[in-house]
């Protein structure tokens, strides 16, 4: 709801109507399957181990690409995806002992929450294109509220809440603001600018700064492991990428050309 009236006063085109029907299965893939599946993952298996899984998105996307002809295969960019995936290991690789028994179930929910984010980001792409980035996020938002809301009901979600606090209504308050309306409406203008297999790289990033946020505001230890890793991310999405930014916005819609490989 905090994108619609941002929508509204930037006069943004919303979804014509033939594209109502993809619009409202790409909300239900990207914000209701996807955290569905993302934090019943977290039931089974550690948060470093999560972080590995979802970080397979551009892996996912990349492959999908390929095969719906959308995104070829380049050189260029499967270096920028191995480093990625290299950095991320290297960063995560201390917390991953200790992992409790069964946790390959949650790490298969989250290769499917991952396989989600990357369907959603190959086949958002035209449908922004043809709109607008906070128009799509917000009608995105809309429909998997209005879906999420019924299931968080009959699941008794819902009664937790009646015993917020001011702390938890502040998390709360947060985690719909910036990690919700503003997250989304950012991952929909990236894809309207880039290409989707760039912005799902973007994902490998996550891993990395949540284990640096750890050590800053939780006191976790900062190992020269976590140093290496961003190093790698880096370089890693700066090969993926290269001018690729500069370039593709100057191309012509529709065309699958990609410059530079």
Avoid: H
Avoid at 166 to 174: D, N, R, S
């Amino acid at each position: 709801m905090f994108l619609v009236p941002l929508a509204l006063w930037k006069n943004e085109r919303w979804p014509p109507r033939s594209d109502w029907p993809a619009v409202i299965g790409l909300a239900l893939l990207f914000y209701g399957f996807l955290p569905a599946l993302f934090n019943a993952s977290l039931i089974y298996t550690t948060a470093a181990r999560a972080a590995l899984a979802i970080s397979t998105t551009p892996l996912i996307a990349m492959v999908m690409a390929s095969l719906l002809g959308i995104e070829p295969m380049t050189t260029r960019k499967t270096i920028g995806l191995a480093l990625t995936m290299a950095g991320v290991g290297v960063a995560l690789t201390a917390s991953l002992s200790g992992s409790p028994i069964g946790a390959w179930r949650g790490d298969a929910l989250m290769l499917a929450a991952a396989s989600c984010m990357a369907l959603s980001a190959i086949w958002s792409r035209p449908l922004i294109m043809r709109s607008g980035p906070i128009a799509f996020a917000a009608a995105g938002m809309m429909i998997g509220t209005v879906c999420l809301i019924p299931i968080s009901f009959a699941l008794g979600g819902l009664s937790a809440v009646s015993s917020f606090g001011p702390k938890q209504w502040m998390a709360a308050l947060y985690l719909a603001v910036v990690c919700g309306a503003v997250l989304y409406f950012l991952w929909s203008f990236a894809l309207g600018t880039v290409p989707p297999t760039i912005v799902a790289l973007t994902i490998t990033v996550n891993p990395i700064t949540a284990a640096m946020f750890g050590a800053l505001f939780l006191g976790e230890p900062i190992r020269l492991s976590l140093a290496v890793g961003l190093v790698g991310v880096a370089a890693g999405i700066w090969i993926a990428a290269g001018l690729k930014v500069a370039v593709f916005g100057s191309r012509r819609p529709g065309s699958r050309q990609d410059p530079g490989d």
